[in-house]
């Protein structure tokens, strides 16, 4: 599941329909353009959702900077900060009082949105914020696969346009060969067995064929 292209596909309605889809959620938990409210986009797949907002509704957007792909953690944040000085580790404007929702295309086990709220969280610190809210989290589609319970473990909010596993792949399913539908399902229920490099090259090699 490739989101990152949304905006470059050949059916631009598609885009702007995200957009107005992470729109709607937003209107449920009372972001505003108020300017007390904005939204982070995750880079990379998160930006160009933010930035439909920003056109739509008139939120300002930010976005997170990509880190090297060993920084995977907070704790790997902080040394990779330490390590490389006093870089913006989020790109835009920021105010005191502000509430922010931070925005992606997906969610898995909710990883990843740690990561960047550590990195907002930086931010705020570095700039000498105060009473910045960053609790609210938003995306296209939730794979279910862990997310919103580890979000509600560390007292946060997930919000989620497409539960993936209980409805968005049966949507799917008239438009999937019978192979995909049942690669797709043992992949949502047992992932760790795809990280494996022989399996991944025989997907690979069936997809060619």
């Keep these: 599941m490739n989101l990152r292209l949304i905006s470059s596909t050949k059916n631009p309605q598609l885009y702007e329909k995200s957009g107005r889809a992470i729109g709607m959620l937003l209107d449920d938990i009372g972001f505003a353009p108020d300017g007390k409210h904005r939204v982070v986009g995750v880079a990379m797949a998160g930006i160009p959702l933010a930035n439909a907002v920003t056109l739509q509704k008139g939120i300002p957007s930010l976005y997170t900077r990509k880190l090297p792909e060993d920084v ?25 009082g502000n509430r922010l929702a931070i925005i992606d295309d997906l969610v898995t086990k ?34 279910e696969q ?7 473990s560390l007292g946060l909010n997930l919000y989620s346009f497409i539960p993936f596993a209980s409805k968005g792949l049966e949507w799917l399913r008239g438009d999937l060969a019978d192979i995909e539908y049942k690669t797709i399902v043992d992949y949502l229920n047992d992932p760790v067995k795809y990280q494996d490099k022989e399996l991944q090259k025989s997907l690979k090699e ?3 064929k």
Excluded: C, W
């Design 206 to 208: 069936l997809i060619r």
């Design 72 to 96: 995977k953690t907070p704790e790997k944040l902080n040394e990779y900060m330490a390590a490389h000085g006093q870089h913006a580790l989020v790109e835009g404007e920021i105010e005191s």
């Design 110 to 143: 909710f990883d990843s949105k740690i990561l960047a709220k550590s990195q907002v969280e930086y931010e705020i610190t570095r700039r000498m914020l105060t009473e910045v809210t960053v609790k609210d989290f938003v995306v296209l589609v939730d794979r």
């Design 146 to 152: 862990g997310g919103v319970e580890k979000a509600k």
